[in-house]
């Protein structure tokens, strides 16, 4: 409840700060241009951009944060830097006015004294986090497909490497809900022209409840994220003549709990990772 809280306080003030101009004389930078592949008769896909392509046995939420390459690092520390600096200009202007303001104080009894403003420092100022600016989510609505027992959602993104995030849905406005993978996750890459496959989503595995205990099973982390979906699940016809990647899942360390959401961290997966308690083993290192 505590963190269902805070995630819909904290809501309003991201949605603001992903709007927000990150400089006055600047728009925000876009790192990823992404959307649902409609449900049509007819798909045309586009050779400049890439797709994410998962399967769930029920509607299920991915959230997926693109890694930066050198050159969105860079345009991303130029346009932090240019906000940063104009932060401080706000602040020299605060500043005057509070000198101002104080020292005729000194001079008038019961004038009242603004609040002293705090100096912008590279410790303390606050900017959207990249991963914040280049997030991609998924489901649970909007499928490429559905039937009885399974969703099918394929999505149009830019062409880069992709962290999972967590099972979470963050729409714009409204309390994300869901878990994020804060304390390990996997990344893989999504080329362009090409679908990627992450494979199928199961539900995961509540262990019984023990006799005499009124509390809520806790769900576990042995049952692997992503199942392959093998070959006996056939591609959807409409996606025959597209090229089909497996995809290849790289470990990647912690992140911070932007969302104030429930933690917990990707289960380990054969030849990719496994944990030393909190500490993630690479698997994938030759």
Do not use: W
Request: one cysteine or more; aromatic letters at 8%.
């Amino acid at each position: 409840m505590k963190n269902l809280l805070l995630a819909a306080l904290l809501a309003p003030l991201l949605a603001s700060a992903l709007t927000m101009p990150l400089a006055a004389k600047e728009k925000p930078p876009v790192f990823v241009v992404a959307a649902a592949v409609k449900d049509k008769p007819v798909v045309a896909l586009d050779p400049a951009k890439a797709y994410i392509l998962l399967r769930t046995a029920s509607a299920t939420p991915l959230y997926l944060m693109r890694v930066p390459t050198a050159e969105d690092q860079a345009t991303y520390d130029r346009v932090r830097a240019a906000a940063f600096a104009e932060a401080r200009e706000k602040y020299a202007k605060k500043a005057a006015s509070y000198e101002k303001a104080k020292s005729a104080a000194a001079k008038t009894p019961g004038l009242s004294v603004p609040e002293k403003p705090v100096e912008p420092t590279e410790a303390n100022f606050e900017f959207v986090p990249f991963g914040m600016m280049a997030s991609v989510g998924i489901g649970p609505m909007n499928r490429f497909a559905k039937a009885k027992d399974s969703s099918t959602y394929l999505h149009e993104v830019t062409p880069g490497s992709y962290r999972v995030y967590g099972q979470l849905a963050a729409p714009s406005g409204v309390a994300p809900v869901g878990s994020c993978f804060c304390m390990g996750s996997v990344r893989f890459d999504a080329t362009a022209g090409a679908i990627v496959d992450l494979g199928v989503i199961d539900p995961p595995d509540v262990p019984d409840k023990v006799a005499g205990d009124s509390s809520q099973p806790m769900i576990g982390d042995t049952k692997p994220l992503f199942r392959p979906a093998g070959t006996g699940m056939a591609i959807d016809p409409r996606l025959a003549n597209v090229k089909l990647i497996q995809a290849s899942f790289q470990p990647v360390g912690k992140l911070p709990n932007y969302f104030g959401v429930t933690i917990s961290r990707v289960p380990e997966m054969p030849g990719v990772l496994r944990y030393d308690r909190d500490r993630i083993i690479d698997l994938t290192a030759p």
